[in-house]
């Protein structure tokens, strides 16, 4: 599969983050594109089980530059994957499915991943969205190393009181190719 070497289709994304315990390091910034025609696909001769073949996905990483402690900003494209007969079953028409930032305290392998994403929709709509995370969680979680966490997008999620006890990142977007 190939990569769009000349993407148009371009987003600026702006992220905050807001009262973290302590820094955070962007260990990740990528979109994730995926196969939405499995026709395309190859045909499943030696599977038993007679399913198709795994739905093709790719991450294509993007920078973000540090703006300030707590602001970051990057362009990222939707149309970063060539549409093409790759296996002559027509074309294998490729979308990206959502993008996302991972960050950690220091960057270590063993700390917490704090995990914000927007959806495909969320970003064409330039929704926006806040996500929370347990401050408890940072650096990391007690036993349990490399921890995913994907956080609360709902505010109301949040027990009354136990604000304080939260940090979030924002995720902005803003369509460049208009």
């Keep these: ?18 009262d973290a315990p302590g820094p955070l390091k962007v260990t990740v910034s990528a979109t994730q594109h995926d196969v939405v025609t499995p026709a395309c696909l190859p045909v499943p001769n030696d599977n038993p089980g007679g399913h198709l073949s795994p739905v093709p996905t790719n991450d294509i990483p993007f920078q973000l530059e540090r703006v300030s402690d707590t602001e970051y900003t990057g362009i990222f494209h939707a149309d970063g994957m060539i549409d093409e007969d790759y296996h002559g079953r027509g074309i294998c028409r490729w979308e990206m499915i959502q993008m996302q930032v991972q960050l950690r305290a220091t960057g ?13 929709e969320q970003v064409e709509r330039e929704a926006g969205k806040r996500t929370y995370f347990w401050k408890a969680r940072y650096p990391r979680v007690d036993d349990i190393d490399d921890f995913p966490d994907l956080g609360e997008s709902d505010v109301n999620a949040i027990p009354e009181g136990s604000g304080a006890e939260f940090f979030s990142v924002s995720l902005e977007t803003e369509e460049l190719s208009k």
């Design 108 to 120: 270590a392998d063993k700390e917490t991943r704090f995990i914000a994403s927007l959806d495909r």
């Design 1 to 18: 599969y190939k990569e769009n070497p000349s993407p148009v289709h371009a987003y600026r994304l702006r992220m905050h983050i807001h």
